[in-house]
């Protein structure tokens, strides 16, 4: 007897056991007294409009006027964050239909999020969509008249045959002036030679116009005259942090008073600009001529930087300080 009810009690707690975990496992995405309930396709293709739609409810009733979004993981320049890619506020019955296009081939794990109105967090429902092999392709490389089986080496015969075209003329011009009888050629029109010009010339401007034609019509040259259905340009996913860009040179003029005149002029040498046009130790380079060898006195060096000469821009005391100005100059001086 005794043996029948431990026996019955060990099932009666496995069998609570395992509903708890169904319950567990089966659950939404709940915290904060807001459940998020998802509903999506297992598979889709590339190309393929896919909708997402989420239920919301808070304490039993629909959650209306809240807002969710559709993400997954990206990775961009060895930054790894979630990506939203789309985004819906929710109706009078807790209902939120999310849209997007499939665009890759493999969408990790994805998520729909609650971003609001409240603040208080509450957990994404997780969830995966499988990408079946083949669908359209979103982006397709190709002219704007088919020629099946040249691809990119018809470019490349038109602007062969262009250049033969310049050199049979250069050939022909040369030929015609080394007889030294263009005038009895046009008179007589011996072997036709007066239309030689002309004829290789139309074919050049029909050859010059075609080419034109065939890289505007192209999807890769972004004129959009005639924007293939086949691609709908991919919208900008903005992923972690942005900084701000703050040019060429140093952000940070403080980090060049460190007392040591010498040292704070390198620094503010790359900052204008110095370096791009005089090299890295003003030795010279393409453009500027060499300064760390003939830099002269501080007023001869001061007046060539206000006025600018032989294509200098000049540079006034708004853009760089007298102050600054002796630091590059005790710099390159130390150069000599």
């Known amino acids: 007897m005794i043996v029948r009810n431990i026996v019955r009690t060990t099932r009666i707690v496995a069998a609570a056991f395992a509903a708890t975990m169904v319950l567990i496992v089966a659950q939404p995405a709940l915290a904060g007294g807001v459940e998020i309930a998802v509903g999506a396709p297992d598979t889709v293709t590339v190309g393929q409009d896919v909708e997402i739609k989420a239920v919301l409810s808070q304490d039993g009733a629909p959650l209306a006027d809240a807002e969710v979004a559709v993400t997954y993981q990206a990775s961009l320049g060895g930054e790894s964050s979630r990506v939203q890619i789309a985004s ?4 009078e019955t807790g209902t939120a239909v999310m849209i997007f296009q499939q665009r890759a081939d493999d969408n990790g794990e994805m998520q729909v999020v609650y971003l609001g109105p409240d603040t208080e967090p509450v957990e994404p429902y ?53 007889a030294g009888h263009i005038a009895e050629t046009v008179a007589e029109g011996q072997d036709g030679s007066a239309w030689i010009s002309v004829l290789l010339a139309t074919v050049a401007v029909i ?21 293939p259905h086949s691609y709908t340009r991919t919208p900008i996913a903005y992923i972690d942090t942005a900084f ?25 040498y790359f900052k204008y600009g110095c370096a791009a046009c005089h090299g890295l130790n003003g030795q010279g380079a393409t453009v500027g001529p060499e300064l760390a060898g003939e830099i002269g006195s501080f007023g001869n060096f001061a007046e060539d930087v206000r006025e600018g000469p032989k294509g200098m821009p000049a540079y006034g005391e708004a853009s760089i300080s007298d102050e600054n100005l002796q630091k590059i100059h005790a710099f390159l001086k130390d150069g000599d």
């Open 88 to 91: 819906a506020t929710t109706d």
């Open 126 to 178: 997780v969830f995966t969509i499988n990408v079946a092999p083949g669908g359209e392709q979103l982006y397709t490389n190709q002219s704007g008249v088919r020629i099946p089986f040249l691809n990119g080496t018809l470019v490349i015969l038109v602007i062969s045959g262009v250049w033969v075209l310049i050199a049979t003329a250069a050939i022909y011009i040369v030929r015609v002036g080394n």
């Open 207 to 227: 050859t010059a116009i075609g080419m034109v034609i065939v890289f505007v019509r192209a999807p890769v040259a972004n004129t959009h005259i005639t924007d």
């Open 244 to 268: 701000p860009n703050v040019g060429f040179g140093l952000a940070d003029e403080s980090a060049a008073n460190t007392g040591d005149a010498v040292a704070d002029g390198s620094l503010l």
